[in-house]
């Protein structure tokens, strides 16, 4: 399950896709994505991580620093990384002891088969180490989209509210033209 809204993120202690100690404490004064995903290399993650990769510089400029987190090695994460060219680190939790921490490590079933396994689960952090915002149900080509608001990536993408507006300045006008015959 979860962590809820406004708690404070627990701090970890792991290591990253070079064996490089990495503790949440250490980003504090930063924003963090924090993703929890099931597996390098298959179709689903990589469809994550590369949308992720494809708007980095973006998730940069509003103050993200992102992190993924499996339980895979950290062989497999930097193959992984060379194979798609990620340019955020990915942490290697495999004694799962992050995803207890996080309640991402659940049961699942497929099939009817039931199995323990790596909730996709992603976790806004903000400077001071609160959880701001928790995406449970990730849209793995869109999550950017997700993380950062749904027209923040296209911001000429006519939203309801341009519409109504738009409609709303159109009615004036012909108001206007109607009052001054």
């Known amino acids: 399950m979860a962590l809820p809204i406004g708690t404070t993120a627990p701090d970890f202690s792991t290591t990253d896709q070079n064996g490089n100690p990495v503790q949440l404490s250490d980003f ?3 924003k963090i994505v924090l993703y929890f ?5 298959t179709p689903g993650c990589t469809a ?6 494809d708007h980095y510089k973006i998730l940069q400029k509003k103050g993200y620093e992102v992190l993924g987190i ?3 090695s950290e062989k497999r994460h930097r193959t992984f990384i060379e194979k798609e060219n990620l340019p955020f680190r990915l942490l290697a939790d495999t ?8 309640g991402t490590w659940v049961e699942k079933s497929m099939y009817g088969r039931k199995y323990m396994g790596t909730a996709r689960i992603t976790y806004l952090i903000n400077e001071e180490g609160k959880i701001t915002d928790v995406i449970e149900k990730v849209d793995t080509k869109n999550h950017t989209t997700q993380i950062l608001g749904e027209h923040s990536l296209n911001p000429k993408k006519k939203t309801p509210q341009k519409i109504a507006k738009k409609s709303i300045k159109k ?9 001054k015959k």
């Open 28 to 30: 504090r004064g930063k």
């Open 37 to 41: 995903y099931p597996k390098d290399m």
């Open 48 to 53: 994550e991580a590369c949308n992720l990769r």
């Open 70 to 72: 499996s339980t895979d």
């Open 95 to 102: 004694d799962r002891t992050v995803h207890a921490q996080y």
């Open 171 to 179: 009615a004036i006008k012909k108001l206007a033209k109607k009052s």
